[in-house]
Every structure is written in C-alpha cells, then in structure tokens.
C-alpha cells in the first residue's frame, strides 16, 4: 500500500511546498508522485537551477528532450506537460507561453488484455490470500491499489456491496463482489478480527508482566489491581454518569 511521504507542517524545501500544495488540492496521492517524477526530472535535466528563475523556453526543452533523445510516447510526454503546466500556473502562479516544442508522433497502440480464460488461468494458479484479491480484481473491477486498502467498515454484507474509498480521482465509489466471494470475505475479516484480539491479549498480557517488574509484585494478582486503572481510559477516571442517579 502507498504510504504518503512525510512532509513537515511549515515545509522549507520546494518540493515539500509542492506536496503541500497538491495535498491541501485533495489530488490523488499517485497522481502527486507522478507529478513530483517529473518535476523532478526537469530541474535535473536543467542542471539543478530552481523552476522559479526558468520558464516556458525551458519546458520546451525539456519536453522536446524527451521525444528526441527519450523516445517519449504521446501519453508519457502528454503526462510530463500536464505536471510541468501544473507547477506553473498552479503552484508558482506563472502563465506559460505558446508552447512549442517536438511532439511525439509514436502510433497510439490498442492494449493487450487477458482473454476471459486467460484471467481465470491466472487465477486458478493463484492460492490463499493472493486467489482473494486476484478475483476481486477480475469480479469486482478493483485495482489493485483498491483491493488492498479494503477496510472491514469498506465491506457491507447486507447491501452486498464494496465501498471504494479515495479511488481514482480521489473519488468514492460504490461496487459489488460476487456471490462466490461472500463467505470468503466474511473468513478473511473473522480471521483478521481474531488476529487482532490476540493482540490486544498479548499486549495486556505483556503491560502485567512489565508493571509487575516495575512494582516490584511478587503476585501478579497484586499487580492486575494497578493494570486494571491504567487500561481505563482518562487515567482510569470515570465519568459521574456512569454511577446512577
């Protein structure tokens, strides 16, 4: 799963402003990487000199660069503009010129797809954990990013449906896993809740036997007295409703 990189609250360096900016827009996270990539690659490709004191000559450069020497496709230098276009007149708050610069003109190609048997091949081949998420992507039209944020609270049995959250466009959306992965779902989370009661008894178990070193108890019955207060939430202060009336 992604996890968004650490940027500090008052950021100093560019690019931290640039995360910022785009985080405080409610952008997609991958849609910032992709953005952060190619920023990147300009103000290298420029030598380090900082975006400020460059502007559409360099984006020019820059981009016919990446047809000429890179081979860039139409969709990769499409993806490199929109980033560049976004530093400027988003975020430094710059116009750009008519933009002039090499195209690329590479043959915009179908996709290759799995035949229907081709995915349940993949599938079949597939086992445990894997085999779940593999037929939710086919059976329920996740990505893969999707399949693995999936949440208990995302899952809804009575309305037999997925709740997607943040999905592409940082959109929510609503959609429906088959009939054939209803009890195995209903496994998979019966087993991560019971995974996580046994953690929360280990960590009970482990809080006794370290505030028993610490006390100095020789019974642990004496300690469980103090462990019972500090498991309380508000230091163990409870709340006069609580008592009656």
Same mark, same amino acid.
């Given at each position: 799963?992604?996890? +968004?990189? +650490?940027?500090? *609250?008052? +950021?100093?360096?560019?690019?931290? !402003? ?10 997609? =996270? ?17 030598? $380090? ?12 450069? &820059? ?16 993806? *490199? $503009?929109?980033?560049?276009? &976004?530093? =400027?007149?988003? &975020? ?6 008519? #933009? ?21 091949? @993949? ?8 085999? #779940? ?13 999707? *399949? ?37 779902? !209903? ?5 991560? $809740? ?6 929360? &008894?280990?960590?009970?178990? $482990? ?21 019972? @207060? @500090? ?9 006069? @409703?609580?008592?009656?009336?």
């Amino acid at each position: 799963m992604d996890i +968004p990189t +650490p940027i500090p *609250a008052q +950021p100093n360096r560019f690019l931290d !402003k640039v995360r910022s900016f785009i985080r405080l827009r409610g952008m997609a =996270y991958k849609t910032e990487k992709t953005y952060l990539f190619w920023i990147k690659r300009f103000i290298r490709f420029h030598g $380090l000199q900082h975006p400020e004191v460059m502007g559409s000559a360099e984006v020019e450069a &820059f981009l016919s660069h990446l047809v000429l020497r890179g081979s860039a496709s139409v969709s990769t230098q499409r993806v *490199a $503009l929109n980033a560049l276009v &976004f530093l =400027y007149w988003e &975020f430094l708050g710059q116009p750009l010129d008519d #933009l002039k610069f090499e195209h690329s003109r590479k043959p915009v190609k179908l996709p290759t797809v799995f035949s229907a048997e081709e995915a349940r091949s @993949v599938i079949r081949n597939l086992s445990g954990d894997y085999k #779940l998420v593999g037929m939710l992507l086919y059976g329920s039209g996740l990505r893969i990013n999707e *399949a693995l944020r999936l949440r208990v609270k995302d899952v809804d049995f009575d309305m037999q449906q997925l709740i997607v959250r943040s999905g592409k466009g940082a959109k929510d959306r609503i959609t429906l896993p088959p009939d054939r992965l209803i009890e195995p779902l !209903k496994q998979q989370i019966d087993s991560a $809740l019971y995974l996580h009661q046994a953690d929360l &008894f280990r960590r009970h178990h $482990l809080l006794d036997r370290t505030v028993q070193k610490l006390l100095g108890h020789s019974d642990l019955r004496t300690t469980e007295i103090y462990t019972h @207060v @500090v498991r309380k939430g508000g230091f163990g202060v409870r709340s006069p @409703v609580n008592e009656g009336f």
